[in-house]
């Protein structure tokens, strides 16, 4: 395998440099200064500052959480925008590929669309693993991003190790493993392995286990060189001040973190043990996140009587391997109930 980052970096992206902004040249070392560098507004109300377009004080602590240093770490405006940097880092429009795996997260398709990027699907088996034989049979040299998410939305499971290690091994792209859910799991996160590919890219989010879908902050990590292409690309202020302060708060509240993803966590086995005694249901799916996949009779109709009751799940039948499936996002105790009340009473109806 020859993995080169110049050859998979676009001409244009290669010869820019970094926009320097106002806020990037002066950081208040916390001494009395003078800005009136960057059109601010002088009066204060909190705001009034540009943000910090590197967001060093939340970087600093994600880095230490998560053993990498700052410098292999990008923010985003949700991971959302960090997968579409990468798409617009390292693939030309009209003329290089990418390879997802369906039934997996939307945003890849969306994203290769909107970016002109031909989207080469190879399905996961009937286990929701990757056929990798199809993968590297599929791939060619103008596949530049191979995005699997594990664990996997909207099926829920993990992809096996031994099939990413073969992937990051046989491919000449960036392979960028999409850990939204890797707080749910008992997993460890690939963030550990970056040091042996050179390839691996990793996403991670405050939407989910972290509670902070409102706020949208995304998280890549991978080598300082990536982060240095990517650093060249994306708009200077891209994570807003509120963002970066609610983060920086929430981030160091590892405690109250923790103890609620326990709490889902519990959840997610209490519905599971309850969604066995509803009739229509005929299958439930291993679950490394805060979702639960159920196969069952009729999804459509079941979908649409849950929705009488008021209460809103995700019908995944459209995808493939998934007909007649529901997705179950875990709530509270209560919520739960109120699920399994209406699910039970459909059963009757
Ligand atoms: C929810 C989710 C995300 C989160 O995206 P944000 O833009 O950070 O909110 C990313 N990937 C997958 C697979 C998801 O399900």
Known sequence: MSFNLNNITRENVKGL?????????????GSEMVFLDANENPFENGVNRYPDPQQRSLKAVLADQKGVSPENILL???????????FRAFCEPKEDNIISLPPTYGMYKVLSGTNAIENREVLLNERFQPNVE?????IDASSKLLFICSPNNPTGNSISEA?????LGSFNGLVVIDEAYIDFSPNESWVSRLSNFPNLVVTQTLSKAYGMAGIRLGICITSEEIIAVLNKIKPPYNVNGLTQLKALERVLATNLVASEVNKILNERERLIDTLKEVSFVQTIYESDANFVLVKVDDANKRYKQLLDKGIVIRNRSTQPLCE??????VGTTDE???????????ADE
């Open 134 to 138: 199809g993968i590297l049979n599929t």
């Open 76 to 86: 985003g405006n949700g991971s959302d925008e960090v997968l579409d940097l990468l």
């Open 163 to 167: 099939s990413i290690t073969k992937l």
């Open 336 to 346: 739960n109930k109120k699920l399994v009340g209406a699910l039970k009473e459909i």
């Open 324 to 329: 007649n499936t529901l997705r179950f996002t």
């Open 17 to 29: 440099k970094p926009y320097s902004s106002a806020r990037d040249e002066y950081v208040s070392d």
